[in-house]
C-alpha cells in the first residue's frame, strides 16, 4: 500500500536493496571531518538550489512521474531557513556530530515550524550514529525509552532529543517484507533511507528533513505542498495511520488547530470515524497530548476540533456537557466563557513559553464551578485577586470595589450585579473557592465523569479520567489560600511580567498570577465596547 511511494523517484532496474541497508548509512562514503564548518557559520555550504527531480524521462501524466513531482531537494534559503534560526543547544549537538562524522538532520515538526516562521516547540535530531555512539560523544547524555529509544543530551538547562536511521530502520522493518529495485535518476541509497524514514512520520507536514549543512530540505512525502495548502494529511493512508497508533489522531487536532491548518477530506474521516480508539491510550499518554494541546498557545482552537470531531465527549465529558446545555453546534463560530478563558490564556502562551497542566486544570475547574452556580462578576473578582495575593480577601475587597470597567454581561456564568456587604461577599468568595475545589473533585472522579453526558443519549460515555492524584493535589493547592487563612509572609507578584521558566515548572506564585489574571481579563475585557 505504501511502496508505490518509492516509485515516483526512481526508476526501475533489477538491482535489490535488503534490510541490512537499514545501517547503510554510516557506511555510505561522508565528506571528511577536516571539512565540516560549524552551523555558527554564515557563509552558506551550496550556492545553488537542488531542485525537485522533474528531470525524469518516465512519460508525462503517468503515476511515476505525478509522484515524482512531489519529491523534491529544495535549497533551505529559497524556503528562508538560515541555520541561525536553530537555537544554540541544538546547535551543538548537531555541530559534536557531525565533526565526528555523522550525517545529522533536523527531523519533523521544527522543519514546518521554521518554514512557516514560526518558534518551534523543539529541534528533533536524526542521525546516522548508533545511540551508543551518540552516548560517547557528548558527557551528559542517555537512552530513554524501550520500544522507540532515543538519546537526551543534556546541554546546561535544556534536552537535545536524538534518534537514530539504525534504530528507526529496525522498527521499520516490522511488518514490511519487499524487495526494492534499483535506484535511478538522482535516487541513491541515502535517499531511500532517507525516505523510509519519512514513511514512518504521521503528517506529510512533519514528514520533511534538514540537512542544515549542505542547507537542502528533502520532502518526500509532499509535505511543501500541504504546508502551502494549509492542509493536514496523514503520511500512509489515514485508516491504516490512525490505527496503528491512535495517538496520532490527537497529534493531528493539535498541529491543525496551532497552525490553523484543516485536514484533507480522508484524514478528517476517519479522525472522526475512529475518536473512540483513543480510549485505548494509557492515561499518562493522554494527559501528555493533552497538555500539548492546551498548554502551548493554541487551546481554544483544540477545543473547538475536539468537539467539532466528537473528541471532547470522551476526553472532557464534562466540558462537553455545558456545550451542550449552552447549544453550541460542532462548527459554531461564537464563542462563550469557557472558550473565552482559554483564549486569554492563549494570548499568554506560545509554544516555546508553555504553562504547566495545573493552570489549564485549574481553569476547567473554574468554569465548571461558576456554570454549576453562577456568581456576581464582584465575587469572581475579589475571588481572582484573592488568589493572586495568597488569600488577603480584605485587600481584594478593597481594589475590586474601585474597579470601573464594566464585565461581559453575556456570560451565562455571571448574575446581575448586587449590592453586597463584605461578610456576604466574603462568604461568597470562599464558597467558589471550595466549590472549584469540589469541581476538580468531580474531574478526578470515574463516576461523576461518566454521568456527565448521560442526559445526552446520543453522545458516547465516557469515565476516562487522566488527571492524576499528585496533579488533583496540585491544583487544589492553587485555592486553598482562600478557603483558609491568608498565607504568612506571601508577598503579591509586582508587575505583569510573567516568569515563564517558574510558569512551565508550576511555581504556586506563578500559577496563581497567571490564573487570577486570566480570569479577571475574562470577566472584565479590555476590549469590551
Known amino acids: 500500500m505504501a511502496i508505490p511511494r518509492l516509485a515516483f523517484a526512481c526508476k526501475p532496474r533489477c538491482f535489490s536493496l535488503r534490510p541490512s541497508l537499514v545501517h547503510c548509512l554510516s557506511k555510505v562514503g561522508f565528506g571528511s571531518v577536516a571539512a565540516i564548518q560549524p552551523l555558527d557559520d554564515a557563509e552558506p555550504i551550496i550556492k545553488h538550489a537542488i531542485l525537485s527531480s522533474d528531470h525524469s524521462h518516465a ?81 551528559r547524555c542517555q537512552i530513554v525509552g524501550k520500544r522507540f529509544p532515543i538519546c537526551h543530551v543534556h546541554l546546561d538547562d535544556t534536552i537535545v532529543e536524538v534518534s537514530s536511521f539504525s534504530t528507526c530502520g ?25 525516505w523510509r524514514n519519512c514513511l514512518q512520520r504521521d503528517l506529510t ?19 511543501i505542498k500541504d504546508i502551502k495548502k494549509a492542509k493536514v494529511r496523514t503520511v500512509i493512508p489515514a485508516s491504516t495511520s490512525f490505527q496503528e497508533d491512535c495517538a496520532r489522531i490527537l497529534r493531528a487536532i493539535r498541529i491543525a488547530a496551532r ?65 451542550v446545555r449552552r447549544g453550541f453546534r460542532r462548527r459554531d463560530s461564537r464563542s462563550n466563557m469557557l472558550l473565552s478563558l482559554f483564549s486569554n490564556l492563549d494570548k499568554l502562551l506560545a509554544p516555546d513559553r508553555p504553562c504547566h497542566s495545573s493552570l489549564w486544570i485549574a481553569i476547567l475547574a473554574f468554569h465548571k464551578a461558576l456554570f454549576d452556580h453562577p456568581r456576581d462578576p464582584l465575587v469572581v473578582a475579589v475571588f481572582s485577586l484573592a488568589v493572586y495575593n495568597g488569600g488577603d480577601i480584605l ?25 453586597l456587604d463584605f461578610q456576604t461577599l466574603k462568604d461568597e ?58 498565607e504568612r509572609g506571601f508577598v503579591s507578584k509586582q508587575g505583569s511580567e510573567i516568569d515563564y521558566e517558574s ?17 479577571f481579563d475574562t470577566v472584565y475585557p479590555l476590549n469590551l465596547s
Not at 485587600?395 to 449590592?419: G, Q
Open 59 to 139: 512519460k508525462e501524466g503517468s503515476e511515476s512521474s505525478r509522484r515524482k513531482s512531489e519529491w523534491k531537494k529544495l535549497n533551505a534559503k529559497d524556503l528562508g531557513i538560515s541555520t541561525s534560526m536553530i537555537d544554540r543547544p541544538t546547535r551543538k549537538v548537531l555541530n559534536g556530530l557531525k565533526k565526528k562524522g555523522y550525517e545529522v538532520y533536523l527531523v519533523g515538526g521544527c522543519v514546518r515550524d521554521l518554514i512557516l516562521k514560526r518558534t518551534p516547540k523543539d529541534f528533533d535530531i536524526l542521525t546516522s550514529a548508533e545511540l551508543k555512539e551518540v552516548m560517547r560523544a557528548f558527557s
Open 395 to 419: 485587600e481584594a475587597v478593597n481594589i475590586a470595589r474601585k474597579i470601573t470597567k464594566s464585565y461581559d454581561n453575556s456570560f451565562y456564568e455571571l448574575l446581575e450585579p448586587r449590592n
Open 170 to 194: 529496525r522498527n521499520f522493518s516490522r511488518g514490511f517484507n519487499y524487495e526494492f529495485e534499483e535506484l535511478d535518476d538522482g535516487c541513491d541509497e541515502k535517499d531511500y533511507i532517507r
Open 259 to 323: 497552525l490553523g491548518f484543516r485536514f484533507s477530506r480522508e484524514t478528517a474521516h476517519f479522525v472522526k470515524h475512529l475518536s473512540f480508539s483513543i480510549s485505548r491510550l494509557d492515561r499518562g499518554r493522554l494527559l501528555m497530548e493533552m497538555n500539548y494541546m492546551l498548554a502551548y498557545g493554541s487551546a481554544e482552537a483544540s477545543l473547538r476540533l475536539l468537539w467539532k470531531f466528537g473528541l471532547l465527549e470522551l476526553l472532557l465529558p464534562i466540558q462537553a456537557a455545558y456545550f
Open 429 to 486: 468568595v470562599m464558597d467558589l473557592a471550595a466549590s472549584i475545589k469540589g469541581a476538580v473533585s468531580k474531574m478526578t472522579d470515574e463516576y461523576f465523569v461518566s454521568q456527565a453526558m448521560t442526559g445526552y443519549p446520543q453522545a458516547p460515555i465516557s469515565d476516562l479520567v487522566f488527571i492524576p492524584l499528585a496533579l488533583y493535589l496540585r491544583v487544589s493547592r492553587i485555592f486553598e489560600c482562600v478557603i483558609g487563612r491568608a
Open 205 to 223: 507536514i512533519n514528514s520533511l528533513m534538514f540537512d542544515p549543512y549542505a542547507r537542502i530540505v528533502y520532502d518526500y512525502m509532499g509535505g
Open 503 to 519: 510558569l512551565a515548572m508550576g511555581s504556586l506564585p506563578e500559577v496563581r498570577h497567571t490564573f487570577a489574571r486570566i480570569v
